[in-house]
């Protein structure tokens, strides 16, 4: 059975850092692309940044640099390290199976998520 499961959201101000984790269970890192997404309120899921099975990754133009995708075959954790976060970036984050297009089309697995909170 393929399971995720997020943490490490929390509430912060503006300019502080977040470092979330995705433990991935069922599939191998090597073999499977995980993404991370994230849904603002009243907003339809967005797609953030993908690692691929090789380790190269792929990040969303807008994020600016801001937020770093990782992982830890040791321990098949995906992590996306969140600098600099700001009051839009507020909302719920999922880690998924697959690319950008499993996130566009509803696809792959995904976790229960984690809130990240952004405000003074």
Known sequence: EVQLVESGG???QPGESLRLSCVVSGLTLYATDI????????????WLST??????????DSIGGRFTI?????????????NNLKPEDTG????????AQAVFRGEGH????????VSS
């Not at 690692?51 to 969303?60: A, Q």
């Not at 990782?70 to 969140?82: E, F, P």
């Not at 995904?110 to 909170?117: A, I, K, L, N, W």
């Open 70 to 82: 990782g992982r830890d075959i040791g321990t098949n954790t995906v992590y996306l390290q969140m």
């Open 110 to 117: 995904r976790g229960q998520g984690t809130q990240v909170t």
């Open 10 to 12: 929390g509430l912060v």
């Open 51 to 60: 690692i691929f099975s090789g380790g190269s990754d792929s990040n969303k």
């Open 92 to 99: 719920v984050y999922y880690c998924v199976t697959g690319t």
């Open 35 to 46: 993404s991370w997404a994230r849904q603002a309120p009243g907003k339809g899921l967005e």
